[in-house]
Nanobody, 134 residues
Framework: QVQLVESGGGSVQAGGSLRLSCVASGYTYSRGCMGWFRQVPGKEREGVAVIYVGDGSTYYADSVKGRFTISQDNAKNTVYLQMNSLKPEDTAMYYC???????????????????????????WGQGTQVIVSS
C-alpha cells in the first residue's frame, strides 16, 4: 500500500523560502514519477514540478521555473520541493503525487508538452498549506 505524507508547509513573507517534504511509503516504482501540485479554492489543481524517479529528470511549470526545485532522496523515499523567492500567488494547498506504476522516461516528454495532469497521477497525499503574505 502506497502512502504519501507531506510536511513543511507554513506561513512566510514574500521573498522567503520553504521546503516541502513528501515521504513515500510503499512506492517501489523505479520508473515512475513523483510530483507536486497545488490548488486554491475554486481553481483547478495545478502541476508545479515533477521528477522522474529513474534518473532525476525534472519538469517545472512556467510559474515556478527558476524559483522552485524538486529533488529526491531515494534512500529515504522522500521527494522535496524547495521554494525560494515566494510570492503571494504561490499561496495554495500543496499536494504530493505519484504515478501508479512504472511510466518510463517518455512520460516526462508528455509532461513537457502538455503539462502535469492530475489525472495521470494515481497516488496523493493529504496536502500541506502554504501561505505567502505580501
Amino acid at each position: 500500500q502506497v502512502q504519501l505524507v507531506e510536511s513543511g508547509g507554513g506561513s512566510v513573507q514574500a521573498g522567503g523560502s520553504l521546503r516541502l517534504s513528501c515521504v513515500a511509503s510503499g512506492y517501489t516504482y523505479s520508473r515512475g514519477c513523483m510530483g507536486w501540485f497545488r490548488q486554491v479554492p475554486g481553481k483547478e489543481r495545478e502541476g508545479v514540478a515533477v521528477i522522474y524517479v529513474g534518473d532525476g529528470s525534472t519538469y517545472y511549470a512556467d510559474s515556478v521555473k527558476g524559483r522552485f526545485t524538486i529533488s529526491q532522496d531515494n534512500a529515504k523515499n522522500t521527494v522535496y520541493l524547495q521554494m525560494n523567492s515566494l510570492k503571494p500567488e504561490d499561496t495554495a494547498m500543496y499536494y504530493c503525487a505519484a504515478t501508479k506504476g512504472d511510466v518510463g522516461k517518455s512520460f516526462m516528454s508528455l509532461i513537457e508538452q502538455l503539462g502535469a495532469n492530475r489525472a495521470t497521477f494515481g497516488y496523493w497525499g493529504q496536502g500541506t498549506q502554504v501561505i505567502v503574505s505580501s
